[in-house]
């Protein structure tokens, strides 16, 4: 089932924060997130596995919930290189399948 | 040195052609995947390989047919080409499956007219 990723569509301007989650109406093994830039490959940025979980590097972290069934993507102080489409991949129990959001368009402007 | 390569990278065909797409993978990994991303961005998982067997088919069209010759590689062959066969398909790679991050390919255009 594809989790649901809110907003479809951010605007910021440099500096500004920036939060995009997550959700899935079932438990879930793991939350993957990932980039991708226009006409590019999809690039990983961090995987969630343990209810609860925080983790982050740079100015993009991102949390777990106890139940499992929701993250969140923030994005600090947030730079032009931010901007591209933010996905959400979602993994069950059993795996082998990542099925990901529908993604959320971040756009950057100076 | 390319960690998830695919070819071509563009690909422009007739309706009713058959055509394929060649994905190499060169980090060792276990499992491998083909993605389908359509004109809105949505990516949908097609298939997933592990140690060269199918592990997973997401009711994708039997005029598909992926093919591992060895751990290291994933084609996919398109039998009879449609007009919403374009997209642009992605090649992935995992080392483990689940709980592990995919690697994927610069990704095929691919135009049916």
């Known amino acids: 089932q594809q989790p649901v990723q809110s907003p479809q569509a951010v605007i910021l301007r440099e500096g500004e924060d920036a939060v995009i989650n997550c959700s899935s109406s079932?438990?879930?093994?793991?939350v993957h997130w990932y980039r991708q830039k226009h006409g590019e490959a999809p690039i990983f940025l961090m995987i969630?596995?343990?209810?609860?979980e925080q983790k982050g590097h740079d100015k993009i972290s991102a949390s777990f919930n106890e139940k499992k069934q929701q993250s969140s993507l923030y994005l600090t102080a947030s730079q032009l290189s931010y901007s591209g489409t933010y996905f959400c991949?979602?993994?069950?129990?059993?795996?082998?399948?990542?099925?990901f959001g529908a993604g959320t368009r971040l756009f950057v402007k100076a | 040195d390319t960690a998830v390569s695919q070819t071509p990278k563009y690909l422009v065909t007739q309706m009713g052609n058959d055509k394929s797409i060649k994905c190499e993978q060169n980090?060792?990994?276990?499992?491998m995947y083909w993605y389908k991303q359509d004109s809105k961005k949505f990516l949908k998982i097609m298939f997933s390989?592990?140690?060269?067997?199918?592990?997973i088919n997401e009711t994708v069209p039997n005029r598909f047919s992926p093919k591992s010759p060895d751990k290291a590689h994933l084609n996919l062959h398109i039998n009879s080409l449609e007009l919403g066969d374009s997209a642009v398909y992605f090649c992935?790679?995992?080392?483990?499956?689940?709980?592990?991050?995919?690697?994927f390919g610069q990704g095929t255009r691919l135009t049916v007219v």
């Open positions: 390989y592990n140690n060269k067997e199918l592990i």
């Open positions: 991949g979602t993994e069950n129990t059993g795996g082998f399948k990542t099925i």
């Open positions: 980090l060792g990994h276990d499992t």
């Open positions: 079932k438990a879930l093994y793991s």
């Open positions: 969630l596995l343990k209810g609860g």
């Open positions: 992935a790679s995992s080392q483990a499956g689940p709980g592990t991050e995919a690697f």
